[in-house]
Antibody, heavy 123, light 107 residues
Framework: EVQLVESGGGLVQPGRSLKLSCAASGFTFSNYYMAWVRQAPKKGLEWVATISTSGSRTYYPDSVKGRFTISRDNAKSSLYLQMNSLKSEDTATYYC????????????????WGQGVMVTVSS | NIVLTQSPATLSVTPGESVSLSCRAS??????IHWYQQKSNESPRLLIK???QSISGIPSRFSGSGSGTDFTLSINRVESEDFSIYYCQQSYSSLYTFGSGTKLEIK
């Protein structure tokens, strides 16, 4: 059974840093691209970061580029999100998600999601 | 960025009715659209991939259609467990974006 378990959330002051972790199990972690998706309270979903299988390639939207860093440790089947210079608008539930693709169709989707971890940025 | 516009924002229906939810893309995205269901206080769940491809374990009353810029998620004979929020997501661009969601509520 695929499981993704996030940890590391909490209350943090604006301008400070926080690192989220996601422990994966039930599949060969090193074979999959992974991602973080967030959801502000009562709002929709926003993709935050994607990382390749080896970790050599990373992708971010402009809203977090330069502040957030996604990384992974395949030996530990773990995914991370280092968040620096946090802003109030980063307040959200952060989901770890497995990215899946198809040889016959363009693009990718998220087939498994963790339960999410809450990050609150406030003074 | 590719913008996805979902409509309506809220849809009020009676159990047993059939419904269609719309997702429109700001540019042509072929069939690179995926649909998710999110129940209250739960994580999103994948319902449909690549506009119309079914997902193992998802009830057959859920189906998807469309290509280019206009996409539809259909639910045949809504059941009580289906009342939740539905999101579309595009992957035509590697800068993935989601629609703002359609809330399906009980009338």
């Amino acid at each position: 059974e695929v499981q993704l378990v996030e940890s590391g959330g909490g209350l943090v002051q604006p301008g400070r840093s926080l690192k989220l972790s996601c422990a994966a199990s039930g599949f060969t972690f090193s074979n999959y691209y992974m991602a973080w998706v967030r959801q502000a309270p009562k709002k929709g979903l926003e993709w935050v970061a994607t990382i390749s299988t080896s970790g050599s390639r990373t992708y971010y939207p402009d809203s977090v580029k330069g502040r957030f860093t996604i990384s992974r440790d395949n030996a530990k089947s773990s995914l991370y999100l280092q968040m620096n210079s946090l802003k109030s608008e980063d307040t959200a539930t952060y989901y770890c998600a497995r990215r899946q693709s198809s040889y016959s169709s363009r693009g990718c989707y998220f087939d498994y999601w963790g339960q999410g971890v809450m990050v609150t940025v406030s003074s | 960025n590719i913008v996805l516009t979902q409509s309506p924002a809220t849809l009020s229906v009676t159990p047993g009715e059939s419904v269609s939810l719309s997702c429109r893309a700001s540019q042509s995205i072929s069939t690179s659209i995926h649909w998710y269901q999110q129940k209250s206080n739960e994580s999103p769940r994948l319902l449909i991939k690549y506009a119309s491809q079914s997902i193992s374990g998802i009830p057959s009353r859920f189906s998807g259609s469309g290509s280019g810029t206009d996409f539809t998620l259909s639910i045949n004979r809504v059941e009580s467990e289906d009342f939740s929020i539905y999101y579309c997501q595009q992957s035509y661009s590697s800068l993935y974006t989601f629609g703002s969601g359609t809330k399906l509520e009980i009338k």
